[in-house]
């Protein structure tokens, strides 16, 4: 999700956009207080941890936290799309984003078992599912069917395929032409759930089953569109036709609230042209340096806590310590994993490189 910041025989990247980063804290907020008040005890954890229902209900529900989900997809668009004019190689951009998303990934899943497991030593009937827990190691564990360890990890499978998507046109050298790839497969989408495709036409609810992405590719494609405009080299009346499509598409049996996401988008797109400088402030910005973090180890953390204290501590205030907690674990993550071990490997790479050469 990083941009990089290596040059290319294409205009070079710009300075990093704090306003970006300070979204991505935002969305990693607003999803955890999702989960920790309106979605709490809704189902169970991936058959992990088995949710209480709230002693008392808290005061305060965050009913439209999820839309976090929708503004990741949409960051994502813009800055992958962003990174990847940069890079000629595809085994480059596989390797930033491994060691962007896999190092981190196995340690929360690592602390989500150490964290559910004993919550479970009451249960008589509980058995831990060895498998399950082994093969979401590899992060496709929903192409397989088999269940997140932690429910948080369904957005990563659909990054993962935008990441292939990605990869494919870069492989192909078709990485101009991704813009108009992402805006006829949104198109597509949008046309067979208009005419409700999906129910009527056997098997083809096979493809949303085995690539997600679909269902989810027009937030990306907001994101895509909007970088595609700040290019100069584009038409800009093309790449804003193709903006405001994929906006109506929002309102076609949508995923989240359409206007609410087009609220967020509207933020979103001040936010790259870098319009909104309040974002710029340092508790944002450091939220955002951790949002990745945030989003893997909230759910273990939280929901222990919430399920285990809120006959002891009234749920409101269990609720900030849950959240206060979990941002303080994030920042462990981050700077103990997270930042040594994507350093560690792109060390490892300029060496192997150097070698080579």
Avoid at 129 to 155: C, G, K, P
Avoid at 184 to 208: E, H, N, V
Avoid at 253 to 267: E, K, Q
Wanted: aromatic residues 14%; glycine residues 4%; proline residues 4%.
């Amino acid at each position: 999700m990083k941009p990089n910041t290596a040059t290319a025989t294409s205009s070079p990247l710009r300075p990093r956009n704090l306003q970006i980063d300070a979204l991505r804290g935002v969305a990693a907020l607003s999803v955890m207080l999702f989960h920790f008040t309106a979605w709490y005890a809704k189902s169970p954890v991936d058959g992990i941890l088995q949710l209480d229902n709230f002693v008392h209900t808290p005061h305060f529900l965050f009913y439209f936290g999820d839309l976090g989900v929708p503004l990741f997809f949409m960051i994502s668009g813009y800055v992958i799309t962003e990174s990847s004019e940069h890079r000629k190689k595809i085994t480059s951009f596989v390797y930033s984003r491994f060691t962007r998303l896999y190092p981190l990934y196995w340690c929360s899943i690592i602390f989500a078992v150490m964290c559910y497991l004993p919550s479970n030593g009451r249960t008589v009937t509980y058995d831990p599912e060895w498998l399950t827990i082994a093969i979401n190691f590899s992060m496709l564990q929903t192409s397989v069917n088999v269940r997140n360890v932690n429910e948080a990890y369904w957005t990563l499978y659909i990054e993962l395929q935008f990441y292939s998507f990605v990869a494919l046109a870069l492989a192909t050298r078709r990485i101009k032409q991704f813009p108009l790839q992402v805006l006829g497969l949104t198109s597509a989408y949008a046309i067979a759930t208009a005419f409700r495709c999906w129910d009527w036409i056997p098997g083809i609810w096979r493809i949303k089953s085995a690539f997600p992405l679909v269902v989810f590719l027009n937030y990306f494609a907001l994101g895509i569109w909007v970088r595609t405009l700040q290019k100069s080299e584009l038409s800009k009346k093309h790449a804003l036709a193709a903006l405001v499509l994929s906006c109506v598409f929002l309102f076609i049996r949508p995923s989240y609230n359409p206007l609410a996401v087009l609220a967020i988008f509207l933020v979103f797109w001040a936010a790259c042209e870098q319009k909104l400088t309040f974002l710029e402030n340092r508790l944002l910005v450091s939220l955002g340096t951790i949002s990745y973090a945030l989003y893997l180890v909230h759910g273990p953390c939280g929901y222990t806590m919430l399920n285990h204290l809120q006959q002891h501590l009234q749920v409101d205030l269990l609720i900030a310590a849950a959240v206060l907690t979990s941002i303080m674990v994030a920042a462990l993550f981050t700077f103990a994993v997270e930042k040594p071990a994507g350093n560690f490997l792109r060390q490892a790479a300029r060496t192997t490189n150097t070698r080579d050469s």
